[in-house]
């Protein structure tokens, strides 16, 4: 089993930064991609950014370039940077971890954008 463990939620204005990472313990070796995915309220579970074991960073389109996501997925340990946050950011940001074809999450943590 994997235990994904999240940090660094919160409220923040439009226009703000805030840091998420995430941890993960347990049975991680042969993790071999971590990301992030969000769910909004009413809405279903989306992508946000994932990094492979070789390094390899995907992004969703609303993430581009705006969002950076880094870490050492052998080393279980990931984060994701978020700058020039949106109102429609708000949603609660669960970590993810792919072993050999299995996901796990996280808890998740909430994002609030909003003046």
């Known amino acids: 089993q994997v235990q994904l463990v999240e940090s660094g939620g919160g409220l923040v204005q439009p226009g703000g930064s805030l840091r998420l990472s995430c941890a993960a313990s347990g049975s991680t070796l042969g993790i071999d991609t971590m990301g992030w995915f969000r769910q909004a309220p009413g809405k279903a579970r989306e992508l946000v950014a994932t990094?492979?074991?070789?390094?390899?960073?995907n992004y969703a389109d609303s993430a581009k370039g705006r969002f950076t996501i880094s870490g050492d997925v052998s080393k279980s340990t990931m984060s994701l940077q978020m700058n020039s946050l949106k109102p429609e950011d708000t949603a609660v940001y669960y970590c993810n971890a792919i072993k050999h074809f299995m996901n796990y999450w996280g808890q998740g943590t909430q994002v609030t954008v909003s003046s």
């Open positions: 990094l492979t074991a070789r390094g390899n960073a």
